[in-house]
């Protein structure tokens, strides 16, 4: 047993200066090359449709030969990505920072939405409450994703249990496609909600509001690109702060 920990803190460790010497590496050559080279962005749902398209968007307008890889995914599996040196950030809801080799930025403040397609019977039931929508078919997020979790647990607080006639999975490009053809409840981020005209949020109150931010690893110099990716994201994310409601420090 004592073997085996110190392996495996051997290979954190080993894995941790892979990594630092991979980013030394990239942090020389964008010194030499200007905006030239490549910076990974891990994602999932939240911020994955307005807040990183735009920065993404002009990060290209301002640096034309620099390649940007979006990778999806589980927070946890990005998160060792992260730490590993294969991802450079991670932008997504934020959860309480249990590993002091990350470090997280918030950016705003994204209530989340019960959305179905428009000609949902659920849109045309007066006085709608969650209890009523509990036995309808939903579609939710994988057990490891941060918003499943505060969705279970306001449910829980509420006592109600989790739908039982669910539908899981990671995929949005499913998950939106499923919502579209059938008649299926979908927990999405409000911006989501908000850029998808055949969806429509129905009047109930969810109770969860996420920090939406970037991740990043503590200690690591960030290179040249990765500074004006997050200088970007802070561009964007102020913007939806001013120009939304329900964006700034909950109440």
Same mark, same amino acid.
């Given at each position: %047993?004592?073997?085996?920990?110190?392996?495996?803190?051997?290979?954190?460790? *080993?894995?941790?200066?892979?990594?630092?010497?991979?980013?030394?590496?990239?942090?020389?050559?964008?010194?030499?090359?200007?905006?030239?080279?490549?910076?990974?962005?891990?994602?999932?749902?939240?911020?994955? $449709?307005?807040? /990183?398209?735009?920065?993404?968007?002009?990060?290209?307008?301002?640096?034309?030969?620099?390649?940007?890889?979006?990778?999806?995914?589980?927070?946890? *599996?990005?998160?060792?990505?992260?730490?590993?040196?294969?991802?450079? /950030?991670?932008?997504?809801?934020?959860?309480?920072?249990?590993?002091?080799?990350?470090?997280?930025?918030?950016?705003?403040?994204?209530?989340?939405?019960?959305?179905?397609?428009?000609?949902?019977?659920?849109?045309?039931?007066?006085?709608?409450?969650?209890?009523?929508?509990?036995?309808?078919?939903?579609?939710?997020?994988?057990?490891?994703?941060?918003?499943?979790?505060?969705?279970?647990?306001?449910?829980?607080?509420?006592?109600?249990?989790?739908?039982?006639?669910?539908?899981?999975?990671? $995929?949005?490009? *499913?998950?939106?496609?499923?919502?579209?053809?059938?008649?299926?409840?979908?927990? %999405?981020?409000? /911006?989501?909600?908000?850029?998808?005209?055949?969806?429509?949020?129905?009047?109930?109150?969810?109770?969860?509001?996420? $920090?939406?931010?970037?991740?990043?690893?503590?200690?690591?110099? /960030?290179?040249?690109? %990765?500074?004006?990716?997050?200088?970007?994201?802070?561009?964007?994310?102020?913007?939806?702060?001013?120009? $939304?409601?329900?964006?700034?420090?909950?109440?």
């Amino acid at each position: %047993m004592t073997a085996t920990l110190f392996g495996e803190v051997f290979v954190d460790h *080993a894995r941790a200066v892979l990594a630092e010497l991979r980013q030394a590496g990239r942090h020389l050559e964008e010194l030499v090359d200007g905006h030239a080279g490549t910076v990974t962005i891990g994602t999932f749902l939240a911020g994955a $449709s307005v807040l /990183l398209p735009r920065a993404v968007a002009r990060v290209k307008a301002a640096a034309p030969d620099l390649t940007v890889v979006i990778r999806h995914g589980g927070p946890e *599996a990005l998160y060792e990505a992260l730490l590993a040196g294969d991802v450079d /950030l991670v932008v997504g809801t934020l959860e309480p920072a249990n590993n002091d080799r990350l470090r997280q930025h918030h950016l705003y403040y994204e209530p989340a939405r019960v959305v179905a397609r428009r000609r949902h019977p659920a849109h045309r039931r007066p006085g709608l409450t969650l209890a009523d929508l509990i036995g309808e078919l939903w579609s939710l997020p994988p057990a490891d994703n941060p918003q499943r979790r505060h969705l279970e647990e306001h449910l829980l607080r509420r006592g109600l249990p989790t739908p039982a006639n669910r539908i899981e999975s990671g $995929s949005f490009l *499913a998950v939106r496609a499923i919502a579209l053809e059938t008649d299926t409840l979908v927990v %999405m981020p409000q /911006l989501v909600a908000e850029t998808e005209p055949e969806l429509t949020a129905l009047p109930v109150d969810l109770g969860i509001v996420e $920090s939406v931010g970037v991740t990043l690893p503590a200690g690591r110099q /960030l290179t040249p690109t %990765m500074l004006l990716m997050t200088r970007k994201l802070d561009e964007v994310a102020a913007e939806i702060r001013a120009a $939304s409601t329900g964006y700034a420090q909950p109440t």
